[in-house]
């Protein structure tokens, strides 16, 4: 039975290895899972209530409009409605892109070290995927990205804080790039780990929307918020592009629980602030611990950090899985000698940091 051709260019998503898979594999029953740039804190205890009373409207389709989330992210934002489309996860936000701008006859241009995502989105559709060198430190290059741009160039992805390293273009490279872009090309800021990027030279692409069409910028409720089991994400636009994002969008693509979740999620202000502290402690002490094992830290902007190491990557990652954590080795990121280490709570922190001088030192 022949596949479309290009399916097969996808390499698969690699997740970071569940907790339950290492209790089972290594008859742990303490696993601290450090991998996937999740909350440390989990959900918001609102959003868990606002999800248990949802559940008894279990019999009926969710709300396919998202109106009532839509609504408060409005209020938010200062946007209109129109402005957003909310999807399971960004993820599906990018998909959702590719399969409205691309098609075999197209490009998109991403960064070489960035979200595996969008690469997965990008072949799905059969359109050409173009890698930009990275810049100095790992990061993204505005120079490079404008670089691989031609007239076939529909989307260009820049996660910002990027994923695995942490650095950010920060508000003059932003400018330049959204300067620089015909406007056939839409730049997509994917914004994941926006409310953890705390220094004064980080900008979001929110405060560009109405000056640039060809801009998309997307948040999601699986990192600050707690929420990445629930799957909720969203994309805000001009709403002539939303509005063509929805119509490719499955019928009902958040179930009625993540919507309820994630609204009272966003006015659970109290816990987006302790996460944000958790981060914005921790993230130094961290950082230092790790330089005085490992030869080489990216601390980032994000929830995480990521370090070079003296050992492969994966043989580190299989040394810490022994001792009950779990990071995430960057091969499949093309960073074979990289881990990537979310910031957890302060004694897992310290549990790794102690787990790797016994490894390494
Ligand atoms: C840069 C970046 N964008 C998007 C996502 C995916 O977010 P979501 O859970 O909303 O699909 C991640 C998840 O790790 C990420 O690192």
Known sequence: MPANPHIHAIRPYQPGKPI?????????HAVSK?????????????????????????????????????????????????????????????????????????NAVIS???????????????????????????????DHLLAAVDSGTRLVF?????????????????????????????????????????????????????????????????????LAGFRVG??????????????????????HVALAAAEAALSDEAHLARSRALVSAERPVLAQGLARILPEVFTGAGNFITAKTPIPAQDLFQKLLEHGIIVRPLGSMGLPEHVRITIGLPDENRALLKALSDILV
């Open 20 to 28: 339950a898979e290492v209790e089972r594999e290594y008859g742990l």
């Open 158 to 226: 820049v996660d910002n804080p990027n994923n695995p390293i942490g650095s950010y273009l920060d508000r003059c490279e932003i400018e330049r790039l959204l300067e620089h872009l015909p406007p056939e090309t839409t730049l997509v800021l994917d914004e994941a780990y926006f409310e953890f990027a705390d220094l004064p030279d980080y900008v979001s692409g929110l405060a560009y929307l109405d000056r640039y069409p060809n801009l998309v910028v997307t948040r999601t409720f699986s990192k600050a918020y707690g």
């Open 34 to 106: 450090l991998a996937s740039n999740e909350n440390a804190l989990g959900p918001s205890p609102m959003a868990l209530l606002a999800a248990q009373k949802a559940l008894a409207q279990g019999a009926l389709y969710p709300d396919s409009s998202a109106f009532s989330l839509v609504r408060c992210l409005s209020e938010r934002h200062a946007l209109s409605p129109g402005h957003f489309v909310v999807g399971t996860g960004s993820d599906h936000i990018f998909m959702l892109l590719a399969l409205v701008l691309l098609n075999p006859a197209t």
């Open 234 to 255: 969203y994309g805000m636009t001009r709403p002539d592009l939303a509005d063509l994002l929805k119509r490719v969008r499955l019928p009902f693509p958040v179930s």
């Open 112 to 142: 070489e070290y960035t979200f595996q995502t969008y690469a997965i989105a990008v072949h799905s559709v059969g359109a050409e995927l173009r890698v930009a060198r990275s810049g100095p430190h790992l990061g993204h290059s505005v």
